[in-house]
């Protein structure tokens, strides 16, 4: 079974630093989807960034960029020049590439970030 | 604005009210889902609806009913609720091909307090 596994509940950074979230996840699948959703306190979910397991290079959008390391089955989700409104919560999740009717999305148990000014 | 709408955004019963959560999708979409977000727990896949068809019921009690009238809505009907279903309530969408890859997008949610 696909699990996916967030390990820090909580971090904190200052404001305009970088920092960076982690992720691991477990499949024996080769062709697979990662993504970052953020949740902030108006609690809409939003897609960050996602990933196709079969690209080598690493998905950028703007100040979010992912370390992508297939073999260690990682997925770090970096943010640079952090600002006030990037505090939420940070979900990891990750789908079959070829999905059948019964497959769904996985979603790790989530990191909350905190900026502070 | 992601397209996916929920109402009401709080809503609060009593244990022998009935009520309903509505979600509608603006995107197109041909599956549609309820989630529950509980503090310090997991998101939890509730129901699935691929093209108006429930596909997934993950052991959710009876006391949550889901209704998917059409691919744009999907509702989910409340009665006799107990205080630890107390929880965030998301619905989401997608356009799920055979054999291709699920981006879901979701609603901001309905905040649910039994009391």
């Known amino acids: 079974a696909q699990t996916v596994t967030q390990s820090q509940p909580e971090m904190s950074v200052q404001e305009a630093e970088t920092v960076t979230l982690s992720c691991t996840y477990d499949?024996?699948?080769?062709?697979?989807?990662l993504f970052w959703y953020k949740q902030p306190p108006s609690r809409q979910m939003i897609l960050v960034i996602r990933?196709?397991?079969?690209?080598?290079q690493n998905a950028t959008e703007n100040r979010f960029s992912v370390n992508f390391q297939k073999a260690a089955k990682s997925f770090s989700l970096k943010i640079s020049d952090s600002q006030l409104g990037d505090a939420a919560m940070y979900f990891c999740?990750?789908?079959?590439?070829?999905?059948?009717?019964?497959?769904?999305?996985?979603f790790g148990k989530g990191t909350r970030l905190h900026i502070l000014p | 604005e992601t397209g996916v709408t929920q109402t009401p955004r709080h809503l609060v019963m009593g244990m022998t009210n009935k009520k309903s959560l509505k979600c509608e999708q603006h995107?197109?979409?041909?599956?549609m889902y309820w989630y529950k977000q509980s503090a310090k727990k997991p998101l939890e896949l509730m129901f699935v609806?691929?093209?108006?068809?429930?596909?997934e019921n993950n052991s959710v009690p009876s006391r949550f009913s889901p209704e998917c009238p059409n691919s744009s809505h999907l509702f989910l009907h409340l009665h006799t609720l107990q205080p630890e279903d107390s929880a965030l309530y998301l619905c989401?969408?997608?356009?799920?091909?055979?054999?291709?890859?699920?981006?879901?997008?979701f609603g901001a949610g309905t905040r649910l307090s039994v009391l």
């Open positions: 989401a969408s997608s356009q799920r091909l055979a054999g291709g890859r699920d981006i879901q997008y």
């Open positions: 499949t024996s699948e080769s062709d697979y989807y």
């Open positions: 990933q196709e397991a079969y690209k080598q």
């Open positions: 999740a990750y789908t079959r590439g070829q999905m059948n009717r019964d497959d769904k999305i996985i």
């Open positions: 995107l197109g979409h041909n599956a």
């Open positions: 609806y691929n093209f108006k068809e429930q596909t």
